[in-house]
C-alpha cells in the first residue's frame, strides 16, 4: 500500500495556488496556506497586474488564458501629475517568446480564477 504524499504550500501570491495544482497533477495531495480568509478585493487595490513571469507560471499548467482572456496587456506603465502632464512612462517588464505580455486585470471576487477554474483544486486555509 502506498502512502498519501502530501505538501503545504504557505503564501506564494499567484504562484501558491499554481503550485498546489501542479503539485495535484502529480498526485500529490496540496494545501495552500494563504494570509487571508477572504479576498483582500479593493482594500488592496482596484487592479491585479500579473507579470510575465506570473503568466508563464500558470502557462505550465495550462492555465496562462485566466490572465490573458480577462485583462489587458500592460507594457508600460506612465505617470502623471494632478493636472495630467506626462511626466515619465517605465516599461512593465519584458515579453513572453509568443510576445504576451504583462497583464493587468480588474479585481473582482466573480472573476474567475487558477484555482476556480480546475475540477480538483486545492484546499485553502489562513492563519
Known amino acids: 500500500m502506498t502512502t498519501p504524499r502530501t505538501a503545504l ?12 495544482m501542479a503539485l495535484q ?15 483582500s478585493g479593493l482594500s488592496h487595490g482596484i487592479y491585479l497586474t500579473v507579470a510575465v513571469n ?4 500558470l502557462g505550465a499548467i495550462d492555465a496562462q488564458h485566466v490572465a490573458t482572456d480577462h ?7 506612465e505617470f502623471a501629475s494632478a493636472t495630467s502632464k506626462h511626466l515619465a512612462a517605465i516599461p ?3 515579453t513572453l517568446p509568443d510576445g504576451t505580455l504583462t497583464h ?14 480546475h475540477a ?4 485553502c486555509s489562513t492563519g
Open 9 to 20: 504550500v504557505i503564501g506564494g501570491g499567484i504562484a501558491g495556488p499554481i503550485t498546489a
Open 25 to 39: 497533477r502529480a498526485d500529490i495531495d496540496a494545501t495552500v496556506y494563504e494570509a487571508y480568509e477572504q479576498s
Open 54 to 57: 506570473g503568466i508563464a507560471a
Open 71 to 77: 485583462g489587458f496587456p500592460t507594457g508600460k506603465i
Open 92 to 94: 512593465n517588464g519584458t
Open 104 to 117: 493587468t486585470i480588474k479585481r473582482t471576487d466573480q472573476m474567475p480564477t487558477p484555482a476556480r477554474t
Open 120 to 123: 480538483n483544486r486545492p484546499r
